[in-house]
DNA sequence: CTGTTAGCGCGTTCAA
DNA sequence: TTGAACGCGCTAACAG
C-alpha cells in the first residue's frame, strides 16, 4: 500500500543540493543566469528526488498555470465527445494543459450549483480560464475568462460558441419542401434546451417560407434519445393523413425513425423521407446513409479554446463571424439517401381523407 | 469581451463585511463557533461579491482538497466511458470532486512523460490522490495515494485494479472447445498492452487444455479497431482449413469479423462462431448477439476510487480480492447466439487437406 | 465569539 | 551568480 508521506518540496531539492531556494527556482525555470554546473547539480537532486513543483503555490505565485479548465455535461455521449476531440486537439498545438470536469454526476436540481461552484473552484487558482459547454447556470462568479459553448440560456455577460442551429434546421425545410414534401412532421429534443427550441423555430420558419400552414399535430416532442424518438414516429406515422417526410431534432432520434418505419414495412426513401441533425459518424453507416445536418462540433471545442486563450493573453478578439458576444460556427446541410423527391414516391394507398 | 481583472480575495470579503479574514474562514468552513448575524452578514458580502475561496490556497494549507484526480489515455473509447462512469458513480456516492486529464493527444513518445508530469501537476496540490488508467509510465514521482487500472507494465510500487482477462478468455476457450471447436482463430488486441498480451495467453492455455497444438497461422495480429480486425478475418477466412470459429480479442474487432463474414457470404453461427470481449453495449445488438466476456469495466473505475479514498483516508486496505498489490475484477462470459457447436454446422464444403 | 499570528510551497524582488 | 526576505490566499492555532 505504499504511502511515503511526505510530498517534496523546492526546500528538500535545495537542502540536499546545498543550494538556496531560489536557485532551484531559477533552474526551474529555465532562467539563464545560474552557473552550468550549478544548474547541473540541481538537475540531478531533482530528478534524483522525483520533485515537481506544486501547481498550487506556483498558481498562487505567478497568477498563471498555463492549465485550461473544461466543464462538461457529461463525457459519455456523442457531442461531448466530439466537444473535447477539438478541444484536446487545440489544447495540444497550444501547448496548454487541460482539466476536464463533469457536472452531470449530481441530480437535476444541483446542475446550475455544481456548474457555478467549478467555476469558482478551477478559477483563478488552478485554470487561467474555463470553458463551460451547454450550462445550465447563467451567472458564475469568476473575475476570469469564461467562455460558453452552445449556451442553453440567455448569457450576454459571456462569449459564446455556437451552432446555427436555426439556420441548419431551415436549410433542411428548404430541401425537403423542395423535394416537394408538405406534411413534414418534425419530433423535437429536450425543450428546455436552446438547440431544440432553435432547430424548431428553423422548422416552423422553413414550413413559413413554404407557405405551408403549420400543423400542430405534426410535432412530436421527443428528448434527443432514440427511444422516445421511435415513440413519437409511431405516432406520427398513425396520424390518419401520415406524413411523407420526418425531421427529427438529432440523429439519435432519426435512428429511432428509422426503427419504426422498419416495423411498419415503410421503405426509407420510397415510403418515407428522414432527416437528422448532428451528422454523427453512424448516420453515413444508416442504411439508407442519413440525410443531416453537420454542425461541426469538434471545430466548436477547438473555437472556444482559441477563443479563451486569446483572453487570457488580454488580445482583443478578432474575427468576422462575432457579433453580440456569440461565435457562431455554421452549419451545413449532408445530403445522402434517405430522402426521395415526392415524384418518385411510391404511389401507396391513399390514406386520410 | 468582459474582463473584470482581480479576482476577488477573503481579505476583500473580510474588508467589506468589517470583519477579520478568519471570521470569513470560519463562516465559509461551516465552523459553528460564530455569531448568527455574523454568519448572515458574511454571507450576504460572499453572495454580493461573488467569492469563491481558491483551490490552490485552500488545498495548500489544508492538505486537504477533497479533490479526486483522474488520468486517462483517453475520453471517446468505450473502455475510458465505462471507466469514468464507474468513477463518477463513486465520486458523487463519496461527495468528492472529480478532475479529469488526458494523457492521449500527445505523441506516443511522450506519453509516458506526460503521465509523469500529470501525476505530479495534479498531486500533492490540488488532488488528494490520482487514478491512472491504462499508463503507459512504470514509476511515478509520487508520494499521494495512487491507484492504476490496468496496468501495462509490472508496477509492483503501486496498487493495482485489473480484470481477469487471462481467465476471462480461458473461460471462452473452454465454451469454444466444449463446443467441438478444434480450429479456433484468434485476432489479437494492440500487443504492447498488457490486456492483451493475457488474452492471447488465455487463448493459447485454453487450446492446450483442450489438447489442440497451436497453430500459428490461426493468430492474426489486430490493433483492437474494427478495421484491422476486418483485415484480419480475411486472413484466417482464406486459410486452407479455415477455422470453424474465430475468437475477437474485443467487441470492436467481432465487428469487422461479422463485417467479413457477411462479405463472404458466412452465416454466423451455421458457418462460423465468434466470440468477443468486452461486452460493449452494441455486442448484444448485433446480429446474431454476440457471446462475449464482461469485464465489468465500470466496477474497475468505482473500485479504484473506493480503494484510493480508503488510502486518502489512511486506512488500511480491507479486501479478500486483494493480494500482490493487485484488485482483480472477475470476468464473466456472456453466452448469447453467435456460436454453435460443431454437430449443428452447416455441413458444408469440406475444405482444406 | 472574534481578531491576531504564523506558516503552507513557491516565485520574485533586492542585496550581497 | 547566489541567498534572504517577502507575499500570494488561505486555514489553524492561540489569544483576547
Redesign the pocket.
Known amino acids: 500500500m505504499k504511502r511515503s508521506q511526505?510530498?517534496?518540496?523546492?526546500?528538500?531539492?535545495?537542502r540536499k543540493a546545498?543550494?538556496?531556494?531560489?536557485?532551484?527556482?531559477?533552474?526551474?525555470?529555465g532562467?539563464?543566469?545560474?552557473?552550468?554546473?550549478?544548474?547541473e547539480k540541481v538537475q540531478a537532486v531533482v530528478h534524483e528526488l522525483g520533485?515537481?513543483?506544486?501547481l498550487?503555490?506556483?498558481g498562487?505565485?505567478?497568477?498563471?498555470t498555463n492549465v485550461i479548465g473544461l466543464i462538461m455535461p457529461d463525457v459519455a455521449s456523442y457531442y461531448c465527445q466530439e466537444i473535447m476531440r477539438g478541444v484536446n486537439r487545440e489544447i495540444a498545438r497550444l501547448d496548454k494543459d487541460l482539466i476536464i470536469y463533469t457536472s452531470g454526476v449530481a441530480e437535476k436540481e444541483n446542475i446550475a450549483q455544481h456548474e457555478r461552484s467549478y467555476v469558482a473552484l478551477l478559477n483563478?487558482?488552478i485554470t487561467d480560464g474555463v470553458v463551460v459547454v451547454t450550462p445550465t447556470a447563467t451567472q458564475f462568479s469568476t473575475h476570469a475568462p469564461l467562455v460558453i459553448v452552445d449556451p442553453n440560456n440567455e448569457t450576454p455577460d459571456y462569449l459564446a460558441v455556437i451552432a446555427t442551429n436555426r439556420e441548419g434546421a431551415l436549410a433542411v425545410m428548404k430541401y425537403l419542401t423542395g423535394l416537394g414534401h408538405r406534411r413534414i412532421g418534425y419530433i423535437t429534443g429536450r425543450m428546455e434546451l436552446t438547440s431544440s427550441k432553435q432547430r424548431l423555430q428553423g422548422y416552423k420558419d422553413g414550413l413559413d417560407a413554404a407557405g405551408i400552414p403549420l400543423d400542430g399535430d405534426l410535432i412530436a416532442v421527443g428528448d434527443y434519445t432514440t427511444e422516445t424518438a421511435a415513440v413519437c414516429a409511431r405516432k406520427l406515422l398513425a396520424l390518419p393523413d401520415r406524413p411523407t417526410a420526418i425531421f427529427a431534432s438529432n440523429d439519435m432520434s432519426a435512428m429511432g425513425v428509422y426503427q419504426v418505419a422498419g416495423e411498419l414495412g415503410l421503405q426509407i426513401p420510397e415510403d418515407l423521407s428522414v432527416v437528422g441533425f448532428d451528422n454523427i459518424r453512424e448516420a453515413a453507416l444508416l442504411n439508407p446513409p442519413l440525410t443531416t445536418v453537420d454542425q461541426f462540433i469538434e471545430k466548436m471545442g477547438s473555437t472556444a479554446i482559441k477563443v479563451l486563450v486569446q483572453m487570457v493573453k488580454g488580445e482583443t478578439i478578432s474575427s468576422n463571424s462575432v457579433e453580440d458576444n456569440l461565435f457562431k460556427i455554421p452549419t451545413q446541410l449532408v445530403i445522402r439517401e434517405s430522402c426521395a423527391s415526392m415524384s418518385q414516391h411510391s404511389p401507396e394507398q391513399s390514406t386520410g381523407s
Do not use: F, L, P
Open positions: 511526505k510530498t517534496i518540496t523546492i526546500q528538500d531539492v535545495a546545498g543550494v538556496s531556494v531560489s536557485t532551484v527556482s531559477r533552474v526551474m525555470n532562467k539563464d543566469d545560474v552557473a552550468e554546473e550549478t544548474i520533485y515537481a513543483s506544486s498550487a503555490a506556483r498562487m505565485r505567478s497568477h498563471r483563478g487558482s
